[in-house]
């Protein structure tokens, strides 16, 4: 035992604040106190309050437990979580006095915990969405989890429940590896050392003086206990993840680790939560399955999208995971279970990188909200608090790039992980693509999932109809409103604000649109109150029907929007003014589709429609190339043909004018046709740069005929070209490809310059 030693710069314990945290024994039993406290506390309430308003116990377990104390904390301090779990910080108790049986062999295996991870927290989250995130299911999941873990503890020795049974107890030890802290002795100290104090108090059964020689911390939890015994012992800063890159003691499970839960969470979110949740998600293999199944089986309260998302997810990520290490274990004619076990170590940052990102914006844009009100609603006090950061943010954007920093590191550490295996440069080379297919999955899954989200669009989200409805409401309070005149250019649009009037209420109810009536410019639209006239609308069909509007208020019109199709309305009214009659004609069209098999775009039925008692129309005609996910986006040039009694009119002036005030005026040609290009009037800084930004325009064409004035306006939006902004797509792939390049080039250049032993004899006679 070492009573004394002068610890190295990079040691933790030489920082005053940083031992008081890490090694003084009143703070950390304190901190373990109050966790133990809170942790049943909040399952507690759980029992009590199991209603929503419970708002402590998912606070808790789901905003602190999971996003900040496993997620953030393990490739930074490593398993610091571990050195303050109520399990470990009793079981330790428990265990003194229980009955300390040597575990049956059977139990002895770390896959029990992974699986019970994977199957039993994240399986049931995607087939049965919600049981664990009310309070009454997180404090039976907790409660039964804690009745497991003590029944453990008592029965069997060295803390054998931590190793083998915890859901979590392996996958922290695997991602721990990535962390830049470091936990062992001082070797010289060491080297004199006869009586293995640090062994002896370790809980666990550990030696820690063994750790750096080993280069693995094995399942050390960092609960200090040793430190007690020994000021031999250290912990370090070190360079991120640096154990990976030398040879230790392969742990298969851990591979198994990264491998499952990067299919249960990031690709089964992407499948599920991104592209389950964009405009073709019943295009997707994992919907068309469940569709299927459902002709036969009654899935009842299951969610069955989002099981075969989970399955196919986990099946697509261990094929890519397997089948990329065989082709290159063949490649450097290796055994498969060596290169697998030994390479597969790669894998760790992909998830855990990706959801520390996920893990920081959620704070900032709503975790801290929901803690903060959560614990203040736990202990009895009524706290409202704004999030940090709002969606949308352009600093929020930093936190996307965890993922990619990700995908690099993973790259580095397959690098210096096939440094490990012996055989030829070029065969390395060979087999470095292969081995990194996982990795290539990944970045593909998060490349076509931003992909589809931006041609395809988000679904309409159904539970925020009331939200939307409240939001639109309250801005219409803040919108100047009229009563037109003659003199009142009148447009029909869907948004008041900032966001659009377009409410699904629940996935079985037909659609509905509204639509407002408005006056006055593009950006300071002004609410119609009261006016004369008539409103067709035309549906899908081309059927032509009699609407009203509510006159509440801002005047607005709601209709249901039934089949796929152009929905076009119409306002009609006539006004007196200057010895003239002024005829205004309002227009504004939707395109409505279910993504089901049943839509097909008929370029025929999707034609511009117009009525016969409309006096003067604009039609937008479709370009040859257009279907149901086109968008109209800056440089695309339109093409508006102007009716007059239902005929070309030649000669008539169109204008274009944007929300930013830019206009262009022309005359139609011999078949008043009038060609005009949008223009590109978005110009805000990069980091404020919004590709789904939409921006207003409004047509309008004005034609005189004896006493009558004849007005004409057509509403619509567009948005930035695409090349404007995939060009980033385009230099991520190209960085990827040059890394790739760069990391294949240092390897054959070191193995090139790496010569063979030879002896050379020198005859000094």
């Known amino acids: 035992m070492v009573r004394y030693i002068k610890r190295a710069t990079n040691d933790i314990f030489r920082i005053p604040i940083l031992k008081t945290i890490f090694k003084n024994e009143k703070f950390i039993f304190t901190v373990r106190i109050l966790a133990l406290f809170i942790f049943f506390y909040a399952i507690y309430l759980g029992f009590v309050e199991p209603t929503k308003e419970n708002s402590f116990t998912r606070a808790v377990f789901w905003g602190i437990f999971w996003p900040l104390f496993i997620v953030t904390t393990l490739p930074t301090f490593g398993r610091i979580f571990c050195g303050i779990c109520p399990h470990g910080f009793l079981g330790k108790y428990i265990t ?34 919600g049981v664990y995130r009310t309070p009454l299911g997180s404090a039976i999941l907790f409660a039964v989890m804690t009745v497991v873990a003590f029944l453990f503890y008592y029965l069997y020795k060295d803390m054998s429940y931590c190793k083998y049974i915890c859901p979590i107890g392996t996958a922290l030890r695997a991602y721990s590896k990535l962390s830049f802290t470091w936990f062992g002795s001082y070797q010289e100290a060491c080297k004199e050392c006869k009586t293995f104090d640090c062994a002896k108090s370790c809980p666990y059964g550990l030696s820690p003086f ?122 450097l004619k290796k055994d498969f279970s060596t290169t697998f076990y030994t390479l597969g170590y790669a894998f760790a940052p992909l998830f855990i990188l990706a959801s520390m ?92 999932r931003d992909y589809v989200i931006d041609t395809y669009g988000r679904k309409p989200r159904g539970h925020n109809h009331q939200n939307v409805a409240t939001y639109m409401k309250q801005k219409s309070q ?69 609407l009203h509007p509510k006159k509440r208020g801002c005047l607005s019109l709601t209709y249901k929007m039934p089949k796929s199709g152009y929905y076009t309305l119409y306002y009609v009214g006539e006004f007196k003014g200057d010895n003239k009659n002024y005829i205004k004609v309002a227009k504004f069209e939707f395109k409505r589709f279910d993504h089901s098999e049943h839509a097909v775009y008929d370029k025929n039925k999707m034609a511009p429609k117009t009525n016969k008692s409309i006096p003067i129309d604009i039609l937008r005609l479709r370009n040859d190339n257009e279907t149901f996910y086109s968008r109209l986006t800056t440089g695309e040039e339109l093409r508006f043909l102007v009716l007059f009694d239902s005929k070309p009119l030649k ?71 695409r090349n404007e902004f995939q060009s980033y797509a385009y230099a991520l792939l190209i960085s990827i490809i040059l890394l790739l390049a760069i990391s294949a080039g240092i390897l054959f250049y070191r193995l090139k310059t790496q010569k063979p032993f030879k002896e050379v004899r020198i005859d000094e006679d």
């Open 96 to 129: 003194d006095f229980g009955l300390k049986k040597r575990m049956p062999s059977w139990l002895e295996n770390r896959y029990i915990g992974i699986m019970l991870l994977f199957l039993g927290w994240w399986g049931v989250y995607y087939i049965f969405p």
């Open 357 to 448: 990102g996920h893990a920081l914006e959620f704070f900032f844009t709503g975790n801290y909200e929901r803690i903060v009100e959560g614990f203040a609603w736990g202990f009895g006090f009524s706290l409202d608090v704004e999030p940090l950061a709002k969606r949308g943010d352009k600093w929020l954007a930093i936190f996307h790039l965890f993922r990619w920093i990700g995908v690099i590191w993973a790259f580095y550490i397959l690098y210096r992980r096939f440094e490990l295996i012996e055989s030829t440069k070029t065969r390395k080379l060979l087999a470095f693509p292969f081995a990194s297919l996982l990795i290539i999955f990944f970045i593909s899954v998060n490349l076509y």
């Open 651 to 721: 000669n008539a002036i169109v204008t274009l004018k944007t929300e930013f005030g830019w206009q262009k005026s022309l005359f139609t040609n011999d078949k008043g046709i009038a060609s005009i290009k949008l223009i590109k009037d978005y110009y805000p800084p990069i980091e404020k740069y919004n590709k789904r930004y939409r921006e207003k325009f409004l047509v309008t064409t004005k034609y005189e005929k004896d006493e009558n004035v004849y007005e004409a306006t057509y509403y619509g939006t567009y948005s930035p070209n």
């Open 478 to 546: 803040n919108i100047q409103k009229i009563v037109p005149t003659y003199k009142d250019t009148i447009w029909l649009t869907d948004r008041l604000g900032k966001r659009r009037a377009y409410v699904r209420r629940v996935p079985t109810e037909v659609p509905k649109k509204r639509v407002y009536i408005v006056s006055g410019e593009l950006d300071s639209p002004k609410c119609v109150t009261k006016i004369e006239g008539k409103f067709l609308l035309i549906d899908a069909d081309a059927k032509t029907q009699r």
């Open 210 to 331: 063994n750790f750096n020689k080993k280069n693995s911390m094995s399942d050390c939890t960092l609960c200090m206990e040793c430190t007690k015994s020994c000021a031999a012992i250290n912990f370090r800063f070190t360079k991120p993840g640096f154990s990976l890159y030398k040879k230790f003691k392969i742990l298969k499970a851990e591979v198994w680790v990264y491998i499952l839960i990067l299919a249960a969470i990031p690709i089964s979110m992407a499948f599920h939560h991104g592209l389950g949740r964009s405009n073709i998600a019943q295009e997707f293999i994992w919907y068309k399955t469940a569709q299927f199944f459902k002709k036969f089986i009654d899935f009842g309260g299951a969610d069955a999208v989002g099981m075969f998302a989970f399955l196919y997810a986990t099946l697509f990520t261990i094929l890519a995971a397997v089948i990329g290490m065989w082709i290159a274990s063949k490649i």
